[in-house]
């Protein structure tokens, strides 16, 4: 059974930090591609930031120099470390694997709320 588990969402003030975990099971983490992606409601989901199988990251514009992804194959991990927070990344942030030798395979998390507000 595939399952992705996002945790580490909360409250925090501007300028805080928090740090995303996604845990994955069911299936060889170091066969996909991980990201991080975001959806305010009534909106579309936009990417984050992705790191690929051998760690190659990509981040959206509007969180780069602030948000570090990375992964942990051995633990079937990724991580969205996020600094200097903003109101604007209030949002729930979701997780995502891809499988690099099939793109047609893809699995999301259940999501994880994260409130930037004083």
């Known amino acids: 059974q595939v399952q992705l588990v996002e945790s580490g969402g909360g409250l925090v003030q501007p300028g805080g930090s928090l740090r995303l975990s996604c845990a994955a099971s069911g299936f060889t983490f170091s066969f996909y591609a991980m990201g991080w992606y975001r959806q305010a409601p009534g909106k579309q989901r936009d990417l984050v930031a992705t790191?690929?199988?051998?760690?190659?990251?990509n981040y959206a514009a509007s969180v780069k120099g602030r948000f570090t992804i990375s992964r942990d194959n051995a633990k079937k991990t990724v991580y969205l470390q996020m600094n200097s927070l903003k109101p604007e990344d209030t949002t729930v942030y979701y997780c995502?694997?891809?499988?690099?030798?099939?793109?047609?395979?893809?699995?999301w998390g259940q999501g994880t709320q994260v409130t930037v507000s004083s």
């Open positions: 790191i690929l199988t051998f760690g190659t990251p």
């Open positions: 995502n694997a891809v499988n690099s030798l099939d793109p047609s395979t893809s699995y």
